[in-house]
């Protein structure tokens, strides 16, 4: 049974460009979470996905950043007109249901896109 | 919002020493807590969980217990091998019941 995978773990964008990163979801999982981790922080939350819904998008800048989560394939984290503070290192994780404050339903994280941008 | 913060690395150690790495939270209420670790090139794993004040979370020899009192959750092992060698990162679930919010971070490099 494959873990999450993302794609690319690696990519190097200049200023300006887009950067699109992909995220499968472990098989049967529905729920997917996106988190970035600059450098000598610790991992932070972005934004959670069902099924083409957004749940909660709060920790997701609201220029040049967006996300989705179509019926079929991947999860895209799609960030427009690349900076330089936008290097980081990008997870994504995925869970079987809801994770809730009364039932830990833990996240399977993938090993990251690291994109720098030069 | 609830938060860890987590010992500052790299902690360098010589295999079958012992192992503390520190992290405290701040927090409403108890929420779940947790040490997750990342090898080398890999994605992190839950390593260990305590949903509870009191419980404590093992596995793979490392333990933690989720203490009230010094909101604490201190991740230890008795006998570290070169095969622990890798980041480890405190967690708990925020206000929201489902985002995780991370520490920084403890590198950890096990020498033979």
């Known amino acids: 049974n494959a873990g999450v995978m993302q794609n690319p773990r690696h990519l190097v964008r200049r200023r300006g460009q887009e950067a699109r990163l992909r995220c499968s979801p472990m098989k049967g999982h529905s729920h997917v979470y996106w988190y970035r981790q600059l450098p000598e922080e610790g991992l932070k939350f972005m934004v959670y996905?069902?099924?083409?819904?957004?749940?909660?998008e709060s920790g997701m800048p609201k220029e040049r950043f967006s996300a989705e989560f179509p019926k079929e394939g991947p999860s895209i984290l799609r960030i427009q007109q690349v900076v330089r503070g936008d290097s980081a290192a990008y997870f994504c994780?995925?869970?079987?249901?809801?994770?809730?404050?009364?039932?830990?339903?833990?996240?399977?994280f993938g090993p990251g896109t690291r994109l720098t941008v030069l | 919002g609830n938060s860890v913060t987590q010992m500052e690395g790299p902690v360098t150690l010589s295999e079958e020493a012992f192992l503390t790495i520190n992290c405290t939270y701040t927090a409403t209420g108890y929420p779940s807590l947790f040490w997750y670790v990342q090898y080398p090139g890999e994605g992190l794993q839950l390593l260990l969980k305590a949903t509870k004040a009191d419980d404590k979370g093992s596995n793979k020899g490392f333990e933690a217990t989720y203490r009230k009192e010094t909101t604490s959750f201190h991740l230890e092992k008795g006998s570290v091998q070169v095969s622990d060698s890798a980041v480890y990162f405190c967690a708990l679930i925020d206000t929201s019941g489902y985002a995780l919010n991370f520490g920084k971070g403890t590198s950890l490099l096990v020498t033979p």
């Open positions: 994780a995925s869970s079987l249901t809801r994770t809730s404050k009364s039932s830990y339903n833990e996240q399977f």
């Open positions: 996905l069902q099924k083409e819904n957004i749940i909660d």
